[in-house]
């Protein structure tokens, strides 16, 4: 079953309003939790590595203000989309880690089909 | 610039013969790679997985093959099925466990 679930799977937002997607890791904890970004048809991109307790870490030429993350718990992370633009459109991937390490890897959640119009 | 590149953006096989999927790296500092596959919009799901100080990896029908003097790591599936059809990325881990994927190859097995 689903070890990271994802809320919402997907919305449709105005221009200009802001969109919160949760990334719950549902059977361990984790301190670790990534956002990534597809367009269609392409890879998926790394955003930003949001760490429990502290600031997130962004990726080269993604803004910090429009895409806030908090990451309020160990088993929590949000991702914010601030004023949401049509190029904002995307489907957008958490994953996490469990933290009792060795060489598990990432679970995704099942994304955020995010449309703005 | 690419760090992980999946040249072929699809690839076509009939049920029950072998398919595979090549990866190619360019960071010498990746130490893990990972295969996931991928339903529309859903999220990756984990496949295999190979360390850098190992050359095979095998789970099943699917195999993982790494060549790290070329940079190179490719997936074989065998048999492949119809329930296969997904799209197939290669990932690779550098510090952090940051996962760096490539663009994806699109796989279509056929009955």
């Known amino acids: 079953g689903a070890v990271v679930s994802q809320h919402p799977s997907w919305v449709i937002c105005k221009s200009g309003t802001s969109v919160k997607i949760e990334c719950r890791s549902l059977?361990?904890?984790?301190?670790?939790m990534f956002w990534y970004r597809q367009f269609p048809k392409q890879s998926l991109m790394l955003m930003a590595t949001s760490n429990e307790g502290s600031k997130a870490t962004y990726e080269q030429g993604v803004e910090k203000d429009k895409f806030l993350i908090n990451h309020a718990s160990l088993t929590l992370s949000t991702l914010t989309v601030t004023s949401a633009h049509p190029e904002d459109s995307s489907f957008y991937i958490c994953s996490a880690r469990d933290n009792r390490g060795g060489s598990s890897p990432l679970h995704f959640g099942n994304g955020t089909r995010l449309t703005v119009t | 610039d690419q760090q992980v590149k999946q040249n072929s953006p699809s690839l076509s096989v009939q049920e029950g013969r072998i398919s595979i999927l090549n990866c190619d790296y360019t960071?010498?500092?990746?130490?893990?790679f990972l295969w996931y596959k991928k339903y529309p919009a859903e999220g990756p799901t984990f496949l295999i997985s190979?360390?850098?100080?190992?050359d095979k990896n095998e789970d099943g029908r699917f195999t993982v093959f790494l060549n790290k003097s070329a940079k190179h790591l490719s997936l074989h599936i065998v048999p492949s099925q119809p329930g296969d059809s997904a799209v197939y990325f290669c990932a690779a881990r550098a510090a952090g466990n940051k996962l760096t994927f490539g663009g994806g190859t699109r796989v279509l097995v056929k009955p």
């Open positions: 960071n010498s500092m990746f130490d893990y």
């Open positions: 059977d361990f904890q984790a301190t670790t």
């Open positions: 190979i360390s850098s100080i190992k």
